[in-house]
T-cell receptor
Framework: GQNIDQPTEMTATEGAIVQINCTYQ??????LFWYQQHAGEAPTFLSY??LDGLEEKGRFSSFLSRSKGYSYLLLKELQMKDSASYLC??????????WGAGTKLIIKP | NAGVTQTPKFRVLKTGQSMTLLCAQD?????MYWYRQDPGMGLRLIHY???????AKGEVPDGYNVSRLKKQNFLLGLESAAPSQTSVYFC????????????FGDGTRLSIL
């Protein structure tokens, strides 16, 4: 079966750095997405990785290792507004998106 | 700058009632999707459409029907609502290449009593 694993919840301090991991086992791989979802709101796109390595976008970076079936989202200089759920999703061999359950990130002052 | 608009935003139904959720997008996107989101679970695909007049089943299609008569609209119907269909429903659209990000509506919170 297809499976995506993320930690259920993480807590971090304002101004710090946090890394949210995502491991996957899917039938084929055509890329991995990260989305942010604030409570009661719609998911919004953060990043897309299809090649190994790190991609940086301002305070957010996303890393992919296809051989290990692993990705992480790195958030730097945390702000209170970063409190949200972070969803990992993988495009399988049929170009269907398989979603993880999401990681709820709590930022404390 | 509407993007993806879902109506209604909230609804309470009784078991056995029927209703239709409407999704409209103004980005001229080819692909549209209906998901449900339940606590502790990832988004689950109900039905999707790769173009006007076409629909296909997703992971959890039972109890739902869809129609895409116009490119900009994607309707999700519940024929006979059941308590297990209590959920938050999200519509999303995408340009037409699966490697492009999906754009989501604000969701419809549906409770079935």
């Amino acid at each position: 079966g297809q499976n995506i694993d993320q930690p259920t919840e993480m807590t971090a301090t304002e101004g710090a750095i946090v890394q949210i991991n995502c491991t996957y086992q899917t039938s084929g791989f055509n890329g991995l997405f990260w989305y942010q979802q604030h409570a009661g709101e719609a998911p919004t796109f953060l990043s897309y990785n299809v090649l190994d390595g790190l991609e940086e976008k301002g305070r957010f970076s996303s890393f992919l290792s296809r051989s290990k079936g692993y990705s992480y989202l790195l958030l730097k200089e945390l702000q209170m507004k970063d409190s949200a759920s972070y969803l990992c999703a993988v495009l399988d061999s049929n170009y269907q998106l398989i979603w993880g359950a999401g990681t709820k990130l709590i930022i404390k002052p | 700058n509407a993007g993806v608009t879902q109506t209604p935003k909230f609804r309470v139904l009784k078991t056995g009632q029927s209703m239709t959720l409407l999704c409209a997008q103004d980005m001229n996107h080819e692909y549209m999707y209906w998901y449900r989101q339940d606590p502790g679970m990832g988004l689950r695909l109900i039905h999707y459409s790769v173009g006007e007049g076409t629909t296909a089943k997703g992971e959890v299609p039972d109890g739902y029907n869809v129609s895409r008569l116009k490119k900009q609209n994607f309707l999700l119907g519940l024929e006979s609502a059941a308590p297990s269909q209590t959920s938050v429903y999200f519509c999303a659209s995408e340009e037409g290449a699966a490697t492009q990000p999906q754009h989501f509506g604000d969701g419809t919170r549906l409770s079935i009593l």
